[in-house]
Every structure is written in structure tokens, then in C-alpha cells.
Nanobody, 120 residues
Framework: VQLQASGGGLVQAGGSLRLSCAAS????????MGWFRQAPGEGREFVAS????????FYADSVKGRVTISRDNVKNMMFLQMDKLKPEDTADYYC??????????????WGRGTQVTVSS
């Protein structure tokens, strides 16, 4: 599977963005999926993950209650709805496939990131 994230942009604090991850290939529904982010000068940080069926999700404490991960296995898409954005959410956001959880090394496939900038 190949992944491409989109939907990033510049938004004011308190605003919302919806990130999308388009997957190519017929096996998307077999992969647990996740979102990570990386701020300038920082390491890659877990944001959220979702199981193959979409029935189970897991969020980082830093985004819990403000972010919703979802997927559409018919359209081969994954989404990250981000609300009440904060300046500290500023980062490049990456979608990834292959695991469920917060360890980036457990994921097999990474897409190119999409940049999110939150102004104060």
C-alpha cells in the first residue's frame, strides 16, 4: 500500500482541520493505521491509531477529546478530524500503516506529510 496525506494548512487557534490519507492498493482494509506528527526539531510523535475495522481507536493524551480518527475501507481513505487546535499542534502530519499503537517503529508504510500550522 502507498499513502498520501493531505488537508493541512494554516489555521487560527481554536479552529479545525480535517486531514485525509489516500491509500492505493487493494489491501488497505487489512492494515491497522495511524497518524503521527513531527514538529521542527522534534521527534516523531504519535497522534492516533485505528484498527482495520475502524471499531477501535487510540489517542495520544495530548490530543484526546480534540481529535477523531476514522477510516473508509470502501474508498481506501483515512481521516483525522482536528478541532480546538492549539499552536502546539503545529507540525508535519504523517499517515502510516501496519500497526495499532504509539510505537512508530511498529509501522511498515509511511506517506509524505502534510503541514499543519496553528497561529495564536
Amino acid at each position: 500500500v502507498q499513502l498520501q496525506a493531505s488537508g493541512g494548512g494554516l489555521v487560527q487557534a481554536g479552529g479545525s482541520l480535517r486531514l485525509s490519507c489516500a491509500a492505493s492498493g487493494p489491501t488497505f482494509s487489512r492494515y491497522h493505521m495511524g497518524w503521527f506528527r513531527q514538529a521542527p526539531g522534534e521527534g516523531r510523535e504519535f497522534v492516533a491509531s485505528i484498527t482495520t475495522s475502524g471499531l477501535n481507536t487510540f489517542y495520544a493524551d495530548s490530543v484526546k477529546g480534540r481529535v477523531t480518527i476514522s477510516r473508509d475501507n470502501v474508498k481506501n481513505m483515512m481521516f483525522l478530524q482536528m478541532d480546538k487546535l492549539k499552536p502546539e499542534d503545529t507540525a508535519d502530519y504523517y499517515c502510516t500503516a501496519g500497526s495499532f499503537g504509539q510505537n512508530p517503529r511498529a509501522y511498515d508504510v509511511w506517506g509524505r506529510g502534510t503541514q499543519v500550522t496553528v497561529s495564536s
